[in-house]
Structure formats: structure tokens, C-alpha cells
């Protein structure tokens, strides 16, 4: 299964991925039924979650139902047990939207909800993040995770991000970090997909973070918390919802 997983999350374009994944993958979710570990995004149950990764597979990672990952997962207790997320009407513009959270949002917000992203067949406006088409202070809370790795000019992207947000306004933006890395490492005569692989861990990614990826949100204006949230978790609920440590970033404008 990890073979046949890693084969089409590297072979096949991610929007061709998106469009079959949620069709496909729930029916191998069959061979995994059992009680074991819960989404707390979908709540449905499992013996375990399914294998995933783009080069070393990952145990205990996707949901075969939502198709969640750690990283979801973990960012949806986050938003419920520390924000007022589900409790107030934002108007929120999720970027690059991670279908697990789409049905969710869509319910609680409704037309305040406001998906984008450039080939995502999910997002409701078709755009680049490195120059937004909306109007300043628009947006209450952003989303935007897992993104900024495959943008040309991330700053620029962090940029419009925060020109968009509201004063009060908040957001979570998460991106692969390597830890002990103390400076993020790019360079812009890799073009190849197997020099990336080589050199930032992923084919499609133009740079590796490393720990002052903060600190870019910060040259944009953010004011950033970094929270490492599921060290805040009992154990019992880290191995029920199959979450494994990996920091979250906050911003405020």
C-alpha cells in the first residue's frame, strides 16, 4: 500500500489527484475498519489511518474517509479547543484549500467563505497568492497551509496575504519546516524536478524552510506565534487522532 500510494502521489498531476482521490481511497478505507483511531474532523473510525508520503511513507497518516492528514487534523482541534473559530462568523479566505475542511467550512460560514487557489478544482476563485485579486483589509482569518514552499516569491506571497487581512484579523499558515535548520536554503538554478527532489525533500518544492521561516511572516507585517499544540494534548488523544508534533503558526495583523 505504501508502494502503490507514493507511485500516484508522484506520478500523477496533483489536480488529476484531487479530483479521483476522495472517489478512490475510501474504498480501500474498507481494509482498514476497526476502532482503534478516530478523525476528529469526520469522526469516523479506524484501525489505523493509511500510509502517506511523497518519499518516506509516513504510518498512520491519511484518513481513508476525509482524506486528513497529521498536519488537519491537528490544526482542526487547534482551531477548537483554542480559537472561537466555530463559534463566530468570519469571513475567512482559505488558500489552497484542503478538501477535509471544505464541507466543514462551507456549513458554518456560508457565502462568508471564500476558497482560492490556481488550479485547485475546489477553489471558488482561481488566482495567484502572489498578487490576490481582493480589495485591502478584506478577510477576517486566512488559511494557508502547505503552499508557500511552491510559490516563486513566497515573500511577495506573504505579502499580499497580510494586505488582505483585516487589522485584528488572524490566520494559520503552515509549511514544512526541518527542524535544526536554522536558515531556510533556496536556489533559483534548481529547476529540475529531480534536482528539487535532490534538494528540498519534494519535486515540486522551490525551497526547504528551515527555522526562520518565521521570520519571514514577521518582514511582512505579521506578528507570528509558533505553537507546538499536540505537545499540549493528552498522549491518549495524540495516538486516538493520529497526530505526530509539528508546529503552527499563528499570525495577526
Not at 488558500?95 to 466543514?104: G, L, N, T, V, Y
Not at 502547505?146 to 506573504?158: G, N, S, Y
Not at 535548520?181 to 522551490?206: N, V
Not at 499540549?232 to 495524540?238: C, H, R, S
Request: glycine fraction near 6%.
Amino acid at each position: 500500500m505504501k508502494n502503490i500510494i507514493r507511485l500516484f502521489i508522484n506520478h500523477v498531476p496533483r489536480k488529476w489527484l484531487q479530483l479521483v482521490a476522495h472517489f478512490i481511497i475510501p474504498i480501500v478505507g474498507i481494509f482498514y475498519a476497526g476502532r482503534k483511531v478516530q478523525c476528529p474532523i469526520c469522526r469516523h473510525s479506524y484501525r489505523k489511518f493509511m500510509p502517506y508520503g511523497y518519499v518516506h511513507s509516513r504510518e498512520n497518516a491519511l484518513c481513508p474517509s476525509c482524506l486528513s492528514l497529521e498536519r488537519h487534523r491537528l490544526m482542526w482541534l487547534y482551531l477548537k479547543n483554542k480559537t472561537d473559530f466555530f463559534s463566530k462568523r468570519y469571513r475567512l479566505l482559505h488558500i489552497a484549500p484542503e478538501r477535509c475542511f471544505i464541507r466543514s467550512f462551507k456549513k458554518l460560514l456560508g457565502d462568508e467563505y471564500v476558497t482560492a487557489d490556481l488550479e485547485s478544482p475546489w477553489a471558488t476563485i482561481k488566482m495567484d497568492v502572489q498578487n490576490i485579486p481582493c480589495g485591502e483589509n478584506e478577510f477576517d482569518v486566512i488559511f494557508c497551509n502547505h503552499l508557500l514552499e511552491h510559490v516563486a516569491d513566497d515573500r511577495q506571497a506573504m505579502r499580499e496575504m497580510f494586505r488582505v487581512l483585516r487589522p485584528g484579523g488572524w490566520g494559520i499558515m503552515l509549511s514544512p519546516v526541518t527542524a535544526g535548520k536554522k536558515e531556510t536554503y533556496e536556489d533559483p538554478s534548481i529547476t529540475s524536478p529531480k534536482e528539487r527532489l535532490k534538494a528540498y525533500g519534494q519535486s515540486d518544492h522551490l525551497r526547504e524552510y528551515g527555522e526562520d521561516y518565521p521570520n519571514r511572516l514577521a518582514e511582512a507585517g505579521f506578528k507570528v506565534q509558533t505553537v507546538d499544540y499536540a505537545k499540549e494534548l493528552p498522549e491518549t488523544e495524540v495516538c486516538a487522532s493520529g497526530l505526530r508534533s509539528e508546529k503552527i503558526y499563528v499570525v495577526k495583523k
